[in-house]
């Protein structure tokens, strides 16, 4: 299914529009996204979690400069997302994409987090 043309039409489009914006080169253009996007989250309970690829237990083999480059980036947009928030927190756990299969006690520890936050005062 997926090497069909309008299974990658409908992928593209939904890339596109909906998830990770692409120019018309189809190149991503989150991190442009994400750093036009910076603005004050108050004192919003959050919980930021970044994978750390290379340090999880399925990454196999050594990381080229190129992707420990991106992974530099990428938890640094993070963290700055994490600090919009004057109640944030960011996690970097050792897993791939999927934290949440591969570390599911990371994501419910977010989440109770998250849960205790919204429960006390915002101090001011």
């Known amino acids: ?23 018309e080169r ?7 996204s994400i750093a036009q996007a910076h603005h004050a989250l108050g004192d919003l309970p959050l919980v930021v979690i970044s994978a750390d690829w290379f340090k999880s237990a399925t990454f196999k083999g050594t990381p080229t400069a190129e992707q420990r480059q991106f992974l530099a980036w ?9 600090k919009e928030s004057t109640r944030g927190a960011f996690v970097r756990v050792a897993s791939r994409h999927y934290v949440q299969k591969e570390r599911p006690d990371v994501v ?11 429960r006390q005062p915002a101090q001011r």
């Open 26 to 32: 189809g190149d991503s253009t989150d991190g442009l």
């Open 74 to 82: 990428n938890s640094n947009q993070m963290r700055d997302i994490a």
């Open 108 to 118: 419910i520890a977010a989440i109770e987090h998250v849960i205790d936050l919204s």
């Open 1 to 23: 299914m997926e090497t069909q043309p309008a299974y990658q039409a409908t992928l593209f489009s939904e890339r596109q529009h909906l998830f990770y914006p692409v120019d």
